[in-house]
Structure formats: structure tokens, C-alpha cells
């Protein structure tokens, strides 16, 4: 299967909610990108997307249309492997290495004529359900918008926090005030806080049935990070710090988490996401498949992902291509607060033309 043509497609893709912003950094759009790769008169299609505070949009798309390009063009598609390796030996970006990892996967699924989670031995269940992210708000704001989100049956939130102990707790205290436990509640700090403030909002939050807090400290401080593992009353959960399997492996050999966040953009490849999967379970730690805006291709190919796993938890953040305009593809299906896993070759999405 001779690749015989590669397509780049930059996309800027605005923000549902322009008002955006995390504890590190604000956004009301999002530079996305559409890798498509022929071969056999079939087209596999992957992408990705750049981020503000990790991988700028012109060195991402240099890299595209560089070296993954390059790697990709007059390769033979079901030689994947070899593909992808000389993609990493160019240096580049996870972020670049997915978007090319999920086409030829794309493009093989296509080729068997097989849904993608089928090659990783089929689904184990038919949907996932969907957690989605809500940017730092005033607490009514925070509470409008989430009963936005409720109203599209989705029920669980991770919520971006990181303006201080005492404005972070009225938030969930807002939201259990109007929702009770009809909703489910993570929140994540992008690092705002001292291991010592940490462990304070963990204690201060304990009564509002938070399932976990993401990063809640600056993600190179792996010592203070198992400090409030140690001393939090509520499971906290490691995201920028792990970045392949190895530093998986840091985290729990530290006991710095008790949750690891995987993502197809910072992992880089789907073998990369289940090598990380199984360093974790040897430790016994949680794996939560988590994500970020961009093209729906990025949060499908997580869903099949998830459906095929039984060690990751039940709802993922396989919703974010919903939080943008502009979707390219068409083909995801949600119903009920969940991404439907289908039988479609592939993905199971297709591009207008």
C-alpha cells in the first residue's frame, strides 16, 4: 500500500465559549490541523492541534509539512512501525507524530474494511461517556454553563480552577448547590498552587465530593506532587508530567499520583497511550483518558481507544471537538452525553470536499 499523496490542512477553529481561559493561559480559538494520507485509492485521515503554552502553530505545521511529510510520502502504509520510527528520529512534537499515527491507523482500518478498536481486540462496551472541561468562571457564570452542558445529557465536569483556595472552593460549592450529585466534579489547577496550598484546597474540598484534581502544582515539582498525593484526602491526578511510558514510570515509582491523564497529543501514539496504560495498572493507579480541543478525529480515535480498554475509567474526555466551530469531518456520533462506538471502517469519519 503505497502512500501516494499527503494533504495538510491548517484550520483555525473558534471557541463555542470565547471567554475561555485556564489558570496558565486564555484562548477563543484553536489552531487545528487535518492530515490526510492516500494509498490504494483510500484516504486515512488524522490530525491534531497546536497549543498555546506548549507547541505554537508555525513550528507544528512546519513539522507537518517537514518531516512527518516526508516520512509519510512513497512509504508503505502497512509498515507503520517503520513509518513512526522515522518520524521520532526527526525530533519532532508528540503533538506532530499523532497526527500521522492516527491516518495510518485511519487508512488500515479502511484497508481491513474493520473499526479501529477492532486491531486492539474490539470494543468492550458501546459508548463512552463524555467528560467535559468548563474553563475558570464566576460561580454563577460556572453554574449557567454547566447547566448548559447538563441540558446536552452530559453529567460530568472537570472544572478549571487555580484563582485561589477560597474563590476555587466556591465554585464546586456553587455547582453542588445547583446540581447536587446530578453531576460529577474533577477539577483541574494547571499548576497554580504550592504543594502546601494544594493539600489546603484538597482538605478545603472534601466535603463537595470532588472525584479528583489534576495538576494542582507546577508539573516538574514530582517531589511535591507525592507530598499531596500523600497527604490528600481526594485522588490527584498527574498530567503534564507524564509524557511517555517512562515517565509513568517516575510517577508511580514516586507514588506522585494517584491518577495518571493520558492524551493522544502528549503521548504521541496510541502504543505509546497502552504502554502507559500497563505501567500504570502494575502500580495500581487509575488511568483517566483526558484531552484537549481540536478536530474530532483526535477525541474518536480516543474513544475507540477507551472502549477497548478496561483499565481506563468509564468517561473520558473524548468531547472536546464540541467546544469548537469549524468541525472538517463529519461521522462522530453523540447521543446522550456519550460518543457512540460505531462499525465503520477506520474512524469511521469522512471530509467534505
Given amino acids: 500500500m503505497l502512500i501516494t499523496d499527503v494533504r495538510i490542512t491548517r484550520l483555525k477553529m473558534p471557541r463555542v465559549d470565547p471567554t475561555w481561559r485556564t489558570a496558565s493561559y486564555a484562548s477563543g480559538s484553536v489552531e487545528s490541523f487535518i492530515l490526510e494520507v492516500d494509498a490504494d485509492g483510500m484516504t486515512g485521515i488524522g490530525g491534531t492541534a497546536a497549543h498555546p503554552k506548549s507547541m505554537p502553530a508555525e513550528k507544528l505545521a512546519a513539522e507537518l509539512n517537514g518531516p512527518v511529510k516526508a516520512a509519510l510520502l512513497r512509504s508503505d502504509a502497512l509498515s507503520g512501525n517503520l513509518i513512526r520510527d522515522a518520524i521520532r528520529r526527526a525530533d519532532v512534537d508528540a503533538r506532530s507524530l499523532i497526527a500521522a499515527d492516527l491516518a495510518l491507523y485511519d487508512l488500515l482500518g479502511k484497508a481491513a474494511r474493520l473499526p479501529c478498536h477492532a486491531l486492539w481486540g474490539g470494543a468492550l462496551r458501546p459508548r463512552v461517556p ?9 460561580p454563577d457564570d460556572l453554574v449557567a454553563h454547566v447547566g448548559q452542558l447538563l441540558e446536552q445529557g452530559i453529567t460530568h465536569m472537570k472544572v478549571k480552577v487555580g484563582t485561589g483556595i477560597a474563590e476555587d472552593v466556591e465554585r464546586v460549592r456553587a455547582l ?62 498527574a498530567d503534564q508530567c507524564v509524557e511517555d511510558a517512562q515517565s509513568a514510570l517516575d510517577v508511580c515509582r514516586r507514588k ?67 467546544a469548537l466551530s469549524g468541525e472538517p469531518t463529519s461521522g462522530a456520533v453523540v447521543k446522550n452525553g456519550c460518543v457512540e462506538i460505531g462499525d465503520a471502517p477506520g474512524w469511521g469519519l469522512s471530509l467534505g470536499r
Fill in 256 to 322: 506522585a499520583a494517584h491518577v495518571v491523564s493520558v492524551k493522544l497529543t502528549k503521548m504521541g501514539s496510541i502504543d505509546e497511550c497502552r504502554r502507559v496504560f500497563d505501567v500504570c495498572a502494575a502500580f495500581g493507579l487509575r488511568v483517566h483518558l483526558g484531552g484537549s480541543a481540536g478536530p474530532a478525529v483526535v477525541d474518536i480515535a480516543a474513544a475507540h481507544l477507551a472502549a477497548s480498554c478496561a483499565a481506563v475509567d468509564d468517561d473520558c474526555e473524548v468531547g472536546e471537538f464540541q
Fill in 176 to 237: 453542588r448547590r445547583a446540581f447536587a450529585e446530578r453531576i460529577s466534579i474533577g477539577i483541574d489547577g494547571n499548576g497554580a498552587y504550592t504543594p502546601d496550598e494544594a493539600i489546603t484546597l484538597s482538605r478545603s474540598l472534601e466535603p463537595y465530593n470532588v472525584l479528583l484534581i489534576e495538576q494542582p502544582i507546577n508539573y516538574r515539582d514530582l517531589d511535591g506532587l507525592a507530598r499531596v498525593t500523600a497527604a490528600s484526602p481526594i485522588p490527584i491526578m
Fill in 130 to 138: 463524555i467528560d467535559r472541561m468548563v474553563g475558570i468562571k464566576a
